[in-house]
């Protein structure tokens, strides 16, 4: 158990809708960083936030959009999702915000969109 | 553009047998290179890093790995696999300073008895 915990862990929805993924980093972890796993991209950084702050933006289209709470917890919000978008989705969180700190990943969520 | 690539999709090898995953890298500066571990349905697991130092690091699960500069390389070994070792995994390098990763494709491994 990484300590990192996402969910829900199964989503199943219909194209054209919206969910919100959640992420609770582990206690301590200031970073937050999201992935998502497809079988045609691979692992793909989406966006990282530190401290309730955007830091780095990779691969995230702009139907997606994530935030960071005063707990530190994050969302991941998918909208008008379309069939492309299934894949899972992890989290991950690290003590700060620089690759010299150990990023450690949640179970992740599988989002299957029918 | 930063990228890993992992030549080898899928490896099967013996219970007992010694185990080379290759990983090549492409950056412009010093890299920060990990490789980890997915089993299936998990998420994933550090077994490894280099930062600096020492090109030849230790990891957990008996894991090791060798940075070559000179080949871009940070192939991961292990003298004697385990059943237990089967899982997907997969060598990054950390891309503009803030635990951006990015990852090679994966290396998918069978272990056979």
């Known amino acids: 158990d990484s300590g990192v915990t996402q969910t829900p862990k199964h989503l199943i929805t219909a194209t054209g809708q919206r969910v919100t993924l959640r992420c609770s980093p582990r206690?301590?972890?200031?970073?937050v960083y999201w992935y998502q796993q497809s079988l045609d991209q691979g692992l793909q950084f989406l966006i990282q936030y530190y401290n309730g702050e955007e830091r780095a933006k990779g691969n995230i289209l702009e139907r997606f959009s994530a935030q960071q709470f005063p707990d530190l917890h994050s969302e991941l919000n998918l909208s008008s999702l379309e069939l492309g978008d299934s894949a899972l989705y992890f989290c991950a969180s690290s003590v700060g915000d620089r690759e010299s700190t150990e990023a450690f990943f949640g179970q992740g969520t599988r989002l299957t969109v029918v | 553009a930063q990228s890993v690539t992992q030549p080898d999709i899928h490896i099967t090898v013996s219970e007992g047998a010694s185990l080379e995953l290759r990983c090549n890298y492409s950056?412009?500066?010093?890299?920060?290179l990990f490789w980890y571990v997915q089993s299936p349905g998990q998420g994933l697991q550090l077994l490894l890093k280099?930062?600096?130092?020492?090109?030849l690091v230790q990891g957990i699960k008996g894991f090791e790995a060798e940075f070559k500069r000179s080949q871009s390389s940070f192939n991961l070994r292990k003298p004697s696999v385990h059943w237990s070792d089967a899982a997907e995994y997969f060598c990054a390098v950390g891309d503009g300073g803030y635990n951006k990763l990015i990852f090679g494709a994966g290396t998918r491994l069978a272990v056979h008895p």
């Open positions: 280099y930062f600096s130092g020492d090109t």
């Open positions: 206690s301590g972890d200031l970073s």
């Open positions: 950056y412009g500066a010093t890299p920060y």
